[in-house]
């Protein structure tokens, strides 16, 4: 396990999974470099599907947020060169209690924001198609619940998807995560990472 990295807009630690993918550079912009053939998703349909193949070997940057509700967002830039790259920010229990928000290039080769809910196994749902190849995405806590919310100006808020892992909350870790399931790797850059300790008012009102 390589040493944490405190990083401008957090007041945690973030450890990486994988050496060598993850950087920032001076304005404070975390760049990684997603390995090849790497994803975190467990096949709902078993070996034997014709769905994607499970994998849980993506790489990863997460710490352990502090206690009560919380938002964490970031501006999403992800150099698309295969189907299902994707910058995500990442909420993880354990190999078969986790959540992700994903900024992903579908198989249409559209960029799309996904989510996916994995309890034992990875329920997978399309968003909708961004324009450009960049997005703001945030995670909030809110109590026992989680929310993604996506936005293409970083103002205007889409709901995505409202969730929990259970009552473990002080087991939860929250992050980044990279991968490049079906390529040979793509680039990733986080910018305007925030992580603030205030409540979501409203999860359906755009804010």
């Known amino acids: 396990m390589s040493d944490a990295l405190d990083l401008p807009g957090l007041g945690f630690p973030l450890t990486p999974s994988s050496p060598g993918v993850w950087r920032t550079d001076e304005d404070g912009t975390v760049v990684a470099e997603a390995p090849g053939h790497t994803d975190l998703y467990v ?45 995500v920010l990442l909420l993880w229990l354990d190999d078969t209690h986790w959540a992700k928000l994903c900024f992903e290039r ?37 109590d026992r619940v989680y929310a993604y ?31 490049s399931p079906t390529g040979e790797g793509c680039t990733v850059r986080f910018e305007s990472l925030r992580f603030v300790e205030d409540r979501l008012a409203d999860l359906r009102d755009g804010s």
């Open 43 to 87: 096949n709902p349909g078993g070996s034997g599907s014709a769905d994607a193949e499970s994998l849980l070997n993506a790489a990863t940057l997460l710490g352990s947020p502090p206690a009560g509700d919380f938002q964490l967002s970031a501006r999403v830039s992800v150099d698309f060169a295969a189907q299902f790259d994707a910058g």
């Open 149 to 179: 919310h996506a936005s293409t100006d970083g103002m205007d808020w889409a709901l995505v998807r409202v969730f929990s892992l259970g009552d473990a909350l002080a087991e939860h870790r929250v992050g980044l995560e990279v991968q």
């Open 106 to 142: 579908s198989p249409a080769g559209e960029p799309m924001v996904v989510s996916v809910v994995t309890l034992g196994l990875s329920d997978d749902a399309n968003s909708f198609v961004v324009p450009e190849r960049s997005v703001w995405l945030r995670v909030s806590r809110v």
